[in-house]
Nanobody, 113 residues
């Protein structure tokens, strides 16, 4: 059974940093990534990374966020720097596997002004 477990969210002031982690189990995963959803808004892509570490970022996080992964641990990370109040959202981990597309429950990130 596939399971994704996220950690690292929390409350931070504007300009601060957080590091999110997501560990996946139960399958072999190709692309892994992070999405976010703010209240009243649609879910949006933040960043993805392939099994060969090819990275892709949404324009609104370029230069501030960095995605990385440890294939041996099936873990993907999101280092978030220079956080802004508009980054406040639930951040959800996503992992693609042969059986389909899987999501974690999400971790709340709140940036105070």
């Amino acid at each position: 059974q596939v399971q994704l477990v996220e950690s690292g969210g929390g409350l931070v002031q504007t300009g601060g940093s957080l590091r999110l982690s997501c560990t996946a189990s139960g399958s072999i995963f190709s692309t892994m990534g992070w999405y976010r959803q703010a209240p009243g808004k649609q879910r949006e892509l933040v960043a993805t990374i392939t099994g060969i570490h090819r990275e892709n970022y949404a324009d609104f996080v370029k230069g501030r966020f960095t995605i990385s992964r440890d294939n041996a641990k099936n873990t993907v990370y999101l280092q978030m720097n220079s956080l802004k109040p508009e980054d406040t959202a639930v951040y959800l981990c996503n992992a693609e596997a042969l059986g389909g597309d899987y999501w974690g429950p999400g971790t709340q990130v709140t940036v105070s002004s």
